[in-house]
């Protein structure tokens, strides 16, 4: 009972640290105010430590310590051997050249974004459980009809025995953002994704089972048709060549299913093949290939047989240098117009620099290439009727600084481009990012 209770108090510390942070932000008090807050409340975390026995003198001591002791404090508070909870805060600053991503009429805003978060970790006798909830407050100066709340919380539960293992993982969103969607316009949705694995280990043999279920539902009636859910059922037989490499066999069938549109639900059955892990002692390789059926239940729509596949190879130039390269082609449900789905080629290059002990950069670059089904729905938008195509590139340069161990910043700049043979789609867009993020 002891032992729950401390783990109560320690939660109620870490709720309160995020909440306070969030509050000396958004209300945008004066520096001198939130510094003085903010060394407060760690002053608070160290005279708890010490009891109700110490003299009011010394309190007032203990509060005039710097941030960083108090920080430090509050770190041996919320991490200890059986749990260990890590609240954070970030702050954005982005100047955006097209807020809107318009074809022609580029519109420029400044936004402002605050991201608390709380991050806890529960390790138990070889197993461990892990939760984290995060919020994304977005603020525009010109376009204040942008703004947004976005929340995702993520639980996860991973078992370990001698032969068998069990991973269970529930994701939540609700979000507006664009990242993951062909959206140009942000769009409330709601997402949730559970999915449970199962594996059993046999020689040099593993087999594993799964089942996940998926379901998207927005919050606008002009994108009600979209809302569907998804039941998910996967194997897969690995077979271990060596301590680090094995092959792979994976085959997952998807049940589709559109609320309001049954012309949309359908039925996928993949199986891909393919060889991952440390195939030299710089390099890491995953590959699969294989082949996807996309069949709908309305006898008016043309199936998909798609070739798919995914691989990575992960090189580490030298000790401070890593280089990341990665292409996958994948069958995507559309959200254009009537079509049905996607095809997308999506080619990655990373790169990680070590500058030094504190400061760190970063170059990425993707290129996408997506076409749309060419059955018997043509989309159509604005003048454009037809097959659409849309080729996008995007490239992005960060430098990081650690300022201490528990807070750092970055500045990024990120261009991002698509042409497509719908013109109305086409955009051009410049993004500078400047944040800072504490983390305990």
């Not at 539960?157 to 609700?174: M, P, R, S, W």
């Not at 042409?419 to 500078?432: E, H």
Request: proline share 2%; charged share 25%.
């Amino acid at each position: 009972m002891e032992t729950c209770n401390q783990a109560c108090r320690v939660i109620k510390k870490a709720i309160g640290f995020v909440f306070l942070c969030s509050a000396v932000t958004v209300l945008n008090l004066p520096n001198s105010f939130a510094d003085e807050v903010l060394t407060h409340y760690s002053a608070e975390q160290q005279r708890e430590q010490q009891g109700q026995a110490q003299k009011q003198g010394k309190e007032q001591e203990e509060t005039a310590k710097p941030l960083s002791t108090g920080f430090s404090s509050i770190k041996k508070q919320l991490v200890t051997d059986t749990f260990q909870i890590h609240p954070r805060y970030r702050s954005e600053f982005d100047l955006d050249s097209n807020v809107l991503l318009e074809s022609n009429d580029e519109k420029l805003d400044v936004i402002f974004r605050e991201k608390p978060g709380v991050e806890i970790l529960i390790p138990f006798a070889g197993h461990s459980m892990r939760a984290d909830y995060g919020a994304d407050f977005e603020q525009f100066v010109k376009f204040p009809r942008e703004n947004a709340v976005n929340q995702y919380f993520d639980i996860e539960e991973a078992l370990n025995f001698t032969d068998l293992y069990v991973h269970v993982e529930e994701k939540l969103e609700h979000t507006s953002s664009r990242s993951g969607t062909t959206f140009t316009e942000r769009i409330p949705r709601l997402e949730n994704r559970v999915g449970t694995e199962v594996g059993y280990k046999w020689n040099r043999f593993t087999l594993e089972g799964g089942y996940g279920t998926f379901y998207r539902r927005f919050n606008t009636s002009r994108e009600r048709n979209l809302n569907y859910g998804t039941q998910e059922w996967s194997s897969k037989l690995f077979m271990d060549l060596t301590a680090k490499t094995k092959i792979l066999v994976d085959y997952t069938f998807t049940d589709y299913d559109y609320f309001n549109d049954s012309t949309r639900d359908g039925k996928s059955n993949k199986i891909l093949g393919g060889i991952e892990g440390a195939l030299f002692p710089k390099t890491t390789l995953y590959s699969k290939f294989g082949y996807e059926r996309l069949s709908f239940d309305s006898s008016s729509e043309i199936d998909s047989n798609n070739f798919v596949a995914g691989v990575g190879v992960l090189y580490q130039l030298f000790s401070s240098t890593l280089i990341d390269l990665g292409w996958t082609r994948q069958t995507m449900q559309s959200t254009f117009a009537n079509t049905n789905f996607y095809t997308e080629d999506l080619l990655l290059w990373r790169l990680r620099q070590q500058l030094t002990s504190k400061a760190s950069g970063s170059v990425d670059v993707s290129y996408a290439h997506q076409t749309y089904d060419e059955g018997t729905n043509r989309g159509s938008a604005g003048n454009f009727t037809g097959d659409r195509a849309d080729h996008l590139l995007s490239t992005a340069v960060k430098l990081a600084y650690q300022f201490t161990d528990w807070l750092a910043g970055d500045i990024k700049y990120q261009y991002n481009r698509r042409n497509s043979n719908a013109s109305i789609f086409d955009y051009t867009d410049n993004l500078v990012t400047v944040g800072f993020e504490a983390k305990v």
